[in-house]
Structures are given as C-alpha cells and as structure tokens.
C-alpha cells in the first residue's frame, strides 16, 4: 500500500527557534498533501492544504507566515514552525493523497516548544 | 459548525462483541466516507471507506454501513479485540474537492 514518511517523530526546540517537518509520498506521487494539527483528547484540525508548485491553502485562523509550507515536488511537503512558541507545542501530522482517492497520513510529528 | 460529528466520546465493549460507532454529518455534498483508527502518539491509518452510491461495505471484521437519507454511518467491528483499542476518527470528503473533513473521534476499549 501507498506509504508516507514523515519526519521528525518528536523534536523539542527551544521558544523562539524554527523547526522543519518533512512529509514524503515514498511510493507514489502526490499532488496534494495536507498538514494537520490534533491538540490533546481532540480531533484533527486542518491546518493547510499543500498543492505541488504552488502556495498552499490555509484554513481559517491558521497563520500562513508562521507556519509556512513548501511542497517543491510530487513526493515532498515541507511545514517549518517559524519562531516556534509553546503553545504551538502539539502533534503535527500529514497525508497524502493517493490515485485511488483515499488519504495516507504520515506518523506524525510531536512537537515540544520548552 | 461541525459537519461531521461522533456523539460518543467514548465506548467500552467486552472482547468477542461488536463494536458499533457512530457518525453524523450534515453536508448532503459529501461522497464518500472514510474511517481511521489512530494509537496515542502516531498518525491515522485507514480502515475501510465507502461511496455514497453503497450503503454497505466490509472488510474482514469491519463493516461500515451508511444511510444516506439520515446522514448517518456507522463502522461495525465484530468481533471486538483489545488490539482494536484506540481512537476512530470517520471522515468525509465532498465531490468539490479532495479535502477530508474529520469527526471528533470516538476511543475505544476493548476489555479482555
């Protein structure tokens, strides 16, 4: 089946630094890729939507300058967490979507802002 | 406004007995309909998915049914295993788009 690797699995950083977080299509081109967000005992909260060659789509109340994303080729979206603060501290995953119209999610990314 | 609602935050089920979840939506514009499984601290991983043009589908222990004029689909696990324990989230996508617009997700734990 289609896999996507996403990395890193945990990072800590301290307040005020960037962190990047890599989602790869391994086996099949992508197109699209979405990054979400899932806060404790919550569901997944869609941050963006990541188009291939062009700028990505952010849900409302989601700060496009903070959370910037590049999604340079078929089988890579990038999310970087610019001046990272701690209430940005969460869970961060990614999917991708495959031809056969279902979405395949990376393992996801724990974030830690101390 | 939620478009896709799971009621119950959680469910407890003895091993060996069926597991139903519940999920609701209010967008007539959905098409086709996803269920995830989720452990603590890793991304999703599908289930099984249906069209709207179905109302059944299953595979293996999981069988998902949908009633388009109620809105309503439910994931059926028969029978239940404690490694089915975890959080279900079921999704939904509209044909303008490939977006998945999730539900609050439902834990749940099979008792051995």
């Known amino acids: 089946g289609a896999v996507v690797s996403q990395h890193p699995s945990r990072v800590i950083c301290k307040s005020g630094t960037s962190v990047k977080i890599e989602c790869r299509s391994l086996?099949?081109?992508?197109?699209?890729m979405f990054w979400y967000r899932q806060f404790p005992k919550q569901s997944l909260m869609l941050m963006a939507t990541?188009?291939?060659?062009?700028?990505?789509?952010?849900e409302q109340g989601v700060e496009k300058d903070k959370f910037l994303i590049n999604h340079a080729s078929l089988t890579l979206s990038t999310l970087t967490v610019t001046s990272a603060h701690p209430e940005d501290s969460s869970f961060y995953i990614c999917s991708a979507l495959g031809q056969g119209g279902g979405a395949f999610f990376g393992q996801g990314t724990r974030l830690t802002v101390v | 406004d939620q478009q896709v609602k799971q009621n119950s935050p959680s469910l407890s089920v003895q091993e060996g007995r069926i597991s139903i979840l519940n999920c609701d939506y209010t967008n007539s514009m959905f098409d086709y309909f996803l269920w995830y499984k989720k452990y603590p601290a890793e991304g999703p991983t599908f289930l099984i998915s249906i069209s709207s043009i179905k109302d059944k589908n299953e595979d293996g222990r999981f069988t998902v049914f949908l009633n388009k004029s109620a809105k309503h689909l439910s994931l059926h696990i028969v029978p239940s295993q404690p490694g089915d324990s975890a959080v279900y989230f079921c999704a939904a996508r509209g044909n303008a788009g490939n977006m998945l617009t999730f539900g609050g997700g439902t834990r749940l734990m099979v008792k051995p």
């Open positions: 086996d099949f081109q992508a197109t699209t």
């Open positions: 990541s188009n291939e060659g062009s700028k990505a789509t952010y």
